[in-house]
């Protein structure tokens, strides 16, 4: 199974930027898509982004598009997600994950789940 590490949690005001990582343990050659997924207090874990192995295609929330993008850099086995634009309902645990079976926005779809990290936005 897939290790998957993401960045440090962090806290930033309103309207500011931030910068996710998602490292893997192994060369993910076998691994078809990487995903973003959050879960607020109280709320159930949701979808954020995902894209393919060889970055060509994407797929985003309607809370985030325009806002957050997904990238990857395969040679270091890395996945990012650029926020931007945050708000306070971006407050969230988030995870990344990888799927097997292709890009996904469907939480089912993926096998290896980071542990996840805090990221919180003051008003």
């Known amino acids: 199974q897939v290790q998957l590490v993401e960045s440090g949690g962090e806290l930033v005001q309103a309207g500011g930027s931030l910068r996710r990582a998602c490292a893997a343990s192994e060369r993910t050659v076998n691994i078809f898509a990487t995903g973003w997924f959050r879960q607020a207090p109280g709320k159930e874990r949701e979808f954020v982004a995902a894209i393919n192995f060889s970055g060509t295609s994407t797929a985003y929330a309607a809370s985030v598009k325009g806002r957050f993008t997904i990238s990857r850099d395969n040679a270091k086995n890395t996945v990012f997600l650029h926020m931007a634009a945050l708000k306070p309902e971006d407050t969230a645990t988030y995870y990344c994950?990888?799927?097997?079976?292709?890009?996904?926005?469907?939480?089912?779809?993926?096998?290896?789940w980071g542990p996840g990290t805090q990221v919180t936005v003051s008003s």
């Open positions: 994950a990888v799927a097997r079976g292709g890009l996904s926005t469907v939480e089912v779809s993926y096998d290896s």
